[in-house]
């Protein structure tokens, strides 16, 4: 099967390296040759191009550009395609993608390959970058049901752990467990940089309990405003129930409720488990 | 040299393993025998017992206990010192422990390694758990320079970092970079669990992300009960910080101001780094 990824980055590259590596005949697309040159070097596909042509006789196509450029790329490259060809994407954000690409093209599975680093670019791919990762598709009613077949056994190729939800309710839960938490964990930062006396004395004790709470909000600006202008609702429905649950812990510790404090803590250390399978 | 310790949890019992290593004569004092029984089989202490007799001629002693049972310790093991015997303790707050240390027992002086791991208890003792780690002493005034230069010798051979503030410093940065994030991570991990519709879903692709962002939420509750209360004002403020710097987050959300909200985020990027030398 010939496979095709438009946008060699951290996910396109590496899903390119595991594909190739099973067998595929991969080719790819990006806007930079330097890009091209790096995912052809580095095995992550047998052949890049700037151009679409190269895309001539794909089975399969990923969509691995930045979430803002998924639906004029998709417009863009049907020409070049042949209807039986699959498309699927990997943002983060379903509701808006599927909404906007079902009804131009029919014959297209969003996905939402849930793994990463803090790096970015082709050259932070890596091998087996999925394996054991949730993958999350969301077809609709309409989806047929041959390229959800086909997605599916990709998906099996690479180790991950498929799973599949409506489009809503990805994007709620993934503001719940991924987008919340961006802007969660950058917040907490800032307050560390607030206070310019202590700034030198906190920089100095911050320990891994910092560095792991502070982990995402440090990460790829662009990806976090993404992440928030796409999931909008989803993402506001969570922080403000998030802003709801920490009001409560203040008001304990205000109250000198410490029983009451101590229970939240014991139901944070009973259910925290539960996410970690 | 002769250390006791008083206390062998976690950090008692790292604290004996390096310093047993490093050839000091170390006994230890726990209110259970199974845990002075396993401090020895480990190494941790040559000796340990239920009885402060133990500790005569130690020239150092670690109070390690948890912190509400500090001053009833030190006020209870007086009797059985020298008054050149030097008191350290390893709370994670200080200005309440030295305000009320000090006048009792003048040969004192505040610490705090500033190292653990999600266990608890002398079976997760492990050695070199404070090498490279912060840690901090809060001399006062009339702290003796002897006894400050003691500790400081020993903080040197466990291979810690070794910094001075005062104890009031101490805790407004420890609010801050340690104690509030408890807090802001445990409220994430309940409003993870607030919607018993997404719930599975939401455990099921819980990654990474979510895994480093709810840690220190997922932690010894009572030990997170016990900062906020000895260090109520300073987790507070630090809370409070927080809350706006998150409502700034959702307001440049709610109004779609997305260049506001990636400067934000390009400003936390920047800025984690340097808590992280």
Redesign the interface.
Known sequence: MKIGIIGLGLIGGSLGLDLSEQGFQVVGVSRRQTTCDIAVSIKAVSAASLDFEILAGVELLFIATPIGAISATIKAVIPYLSPDTIITDVASVKQPIVEEITPLYPNFVGGHP??GTADQGIESALRHLFHH??Y?LTPTESTPLEAIEKVKQIVNILGS?L?F?TPE??D???A???H????????????????SE?LE???????S??????????????L??MM??YN?NA??F??????Q??????S???Q?N?PS?????????L???????
């Open positions: 849930m793994a990762a949730p999350v752990k799973y939800a309710q990805h709620q839960a993934v719940l467990i991924s919340a938490p961006v802007m969660i964990s950058a917040a907490l930062i800032e307050t560390c940089c607030g206070n202590l004395l906190a920089q100095n004790l911050a320990s309990g910092f560095r792991d709470t502070s982990r995402v909000g440090g990460g790829n600006p662009e976090g405003a928030a202008k909008r993402v506001l969570a922080l403000k129930q998030y802003q649950n920490l009001a409560q812990v203040i304990y510790i205000e000198e410490w404090l101590t229970q939240f803590l014991e139901d944070s250390q259910h925290r488990p539960s996410f970690l399978s």
